[in-house]
């Protein structure tokens, strides 16, 4: 008797213990939760779910968080510590076709749900909302239509957030700074319209590149980020004038404005200590930037990599850049800009890439990889500077 007594202590210990005794220990999943499992399964086409893929696995024979999983459910979930809650899904990229159903918001103890790199189409369930778990909500590279669900900017506990690479529109959630724990978030490659709303105050890296964004970067979008280290913005249409709080960032690193509608910079230069020391590349190429090459940007002590090209600049290329210690590629082409490039960049040993063409310039050597492709014609630099003289 007392024998039997110790043997089923034993195996409670283990199961409680994860099973590190080596006894087989049958999963207990939450009714719910296979429920929202069974749902899932069912809203994606059984066309797209082939023999080798992980949803194949998914037979409901068996507990979903049984152990071992030999056969059945090998992949694409892991279950809580105690074999009672699903809390991942990471799906393979096998070409899933189908729906996100609504019904995953019983899987409350999720932390991640990964879908990236299938072909998931309709739109984003605003139940996710319930979802209070969730750490990483990835559903990149899908074909998710319609809007952000503002409910998304409930979910107090996420810290990254991909969304990019779908047919998402619309207007960004005006409550996304509600997002307090967000670290990463990434939207770009969709159809989204609008300004930019006030952005979670613990961000890192924000990347909303290749949407049709408008409007003007407002100081309030960014107050407060003190962490911020990467803004990637390219290919929207932005306009106005990229003001000097943009580089002064404390923790700014790489900042990414190409082609948009900006018409000028305005830039102060970095106090030691402060904000824009940080700072390593900038591309403002492909704007509609006018007035002079931002001389103060030569005084960033870290800038490595510095891209104008294709804008409306006039007048000298600043002597600052060829005096920076950090500069290691500069472009410039595509201006008309006028006078001699400063010897720092063009002279014999200078290591600094990228292209100085394009522009109106005087006295380039042809030896430095810097001068090609050649000047604009004469005719053009003339009609520009309204026949005076471009020296």
Same mark, same amino acid.
């Given at each position: ?18 099973? @590190? ?19 899932? @399964? ?14 194949? +696995? ?74 209070? @778990? ?21 979910? $107090? ?15 960004? *959630? ?6 307090? +724990? ?26 909303? =590149? ?23 913005? +390219? ?33 102060? /230069? ?17 704007? $509609? ?35 920076? $210690? +950090?500069? $290691? ?10 006078? =001699? ?23 380039? *050597? ?9 000047? =604009?014609?004469?005719?053009?630099? =003339? ?7 471009? /020296?």
């Amino acid at each position: 008797m007392q024998s039997i007594i110790y043997l089923c202590v034993t195996i409670i210990l283990c199961i409680h213990t994860n099973n @590190k005794c080596g006894f087989l220990v049958q999963g207990l999943t939450s009714s719910s939760d296979i429920e929202a499992l069974k749902a899932f @399964k069912a809203s994606i086409k059984p066309s797209s779910i082939t023999p080798w893929s992980c949803i194949a +696995s998914w037979n409901f024979t068996t507990d979903p968080c049984s152990v071992p999983r030999r056969t059945h459910f090998t992949c694409g979930l892991t279950c809580t510590a105690d074999n009672t809650r699903i809390n991942q899904i990471t799906l393979d990229p096998a070409g899933y076709t189908g729906t996100l159903t609504p019904l995953v918001s019983q899987l409350t103890s999720l932390i991640t749900l990964d879908l990236s790199d299938n072909s998931f189409y309709g739109t984003i369930p605003s139940s996710l909302s319930s979802l209070s @778990k969730l750490q990483t909500l990835s559903l990149r590279s899908n074909s998710f239509s319609g809007s952000i669900p503002p409910s998304i900017t409930t979910l $107090k506990s996420l810290q990254s957030l991909d969304l990019s690479q779908n047919s998402l529109s619309g207007f960004l *959630p005006k409550s996304m700074n509600s997002l307090t +724990s967000l670290r990463r978030m990434d939207l770009s490659f969709n159809k989204l319209t609008g300004g930019l709303p006030k952005l979670p105050p613990n961000l890192l890296d924000l990347a909303i =590149k290749a949407n049709s964004l408008s409007g003007v970067l407002q100081k309030t979008t960014f107050e407060g980020l003190n962490q911020l280290e990467v803004v990637e913005l +390219s290919d929207n249409a932005l306009q106005g004038i990229i003001e000097t709080w943009l580089f002064l960032l404390p923790s700014l690193q790489q900042l990414d404005l190409a082609n948009n509608s900006f018409s000028g910079v305005e830039i102060s /230069r970095p106090v030691v200590g402060g904000g824009g020391n940080s700072l390593v590349a900038v591309n403002l190429g492909f704007n $509609k930037i006018q007035g002079y090459a931002p001389a103060n940007l030569g005084a960033y002590p870290s800038l490595s990599f510095l891209s104008l090209r294709y804008n409306a600049l006039r007048g000298a290329i600043p002597l600052e850049y060829g005096k920076s $210690k +950090s500069m $290691k590629r500069l472009f410039l082409d595509g201006n008309f800009l006028m006078g =001699k490039p400063p010897a720092g960049l063009v002279a014999a040993g200078a290591e600094v890439s990228g292209s100085l063409g394009d522009n109106c310039l005087e006295g380039c *050597p042809a030896m430095s990889q810097l001068c090609t492709p050649k000047q =604009k014609p004469s005719s053009v630099c =003339k009609q520009v500077y309204r026949g005076r003289p471009t /020296r």
